[in-house]
Nanobody, 116 residues
Framework: QVQLVESGGGLVQPGGSLRLSCAAS????????MSWYRQAPGKQRELVTT???????NYADSVKGRFTISRDNAKNTVYLQMNSLKPEDTAVYYC??????????WGQGTQVTVSQ
């Protein structure tokens, strides 16, 4: 069982930046896919971005050009750099890991609030 712990959330003004971290309890070298999802109040959880073990990334249209996902296998950590934040980015952000296409793990979430 891989445990994922997110950190870095908080309150930021529109146009500001935050960097989220997702620390895994064991090596992520063999984890084929790591993603960030988010869930805003009253809405379904949505996929924000994914990075594969090979470093391939993809992004939701709503965050392209503003968010960047990266992974540091040596630190067993995945990051989400969020720039030019908008009020509509307000949500709980969850880290997700998929291993071997079968095992799936979720973090507990971290709140991001974008407001004046």
């Amino acid at each position: 069982q891989v445990q994922l712990v997110e950190s870095g959330g908080g309150l930021v003004q529109p146009g500001g930046s935050l960097r989220l971290s997702c620390a895994a309890s064991e090596s992520i070298f063999s984890i084929s896919r790591m993603s960030w999802y988010r869930q805003a109040p009253g809405k379904q959880r949505e996929l924000v971005t994914t990075i594969t073990s090979g470093g391939t990334t993809n992004y939701a249209d709503s965050v392209k050009g503003r968010f960047t996902i990266s992974r540091d296998n040596a630190k067993n950590t995945v990051y989400l750099q969020m720039n030019s934040l908008k009020p509509e980015d307000t949500a709980v952000y969850y880290c997700y890991a998929s291993r071997n296409g079968i095992e799936r793990f979720w973090g507990q979430g971290t709140q991001v609030t974008v407001s004046q």
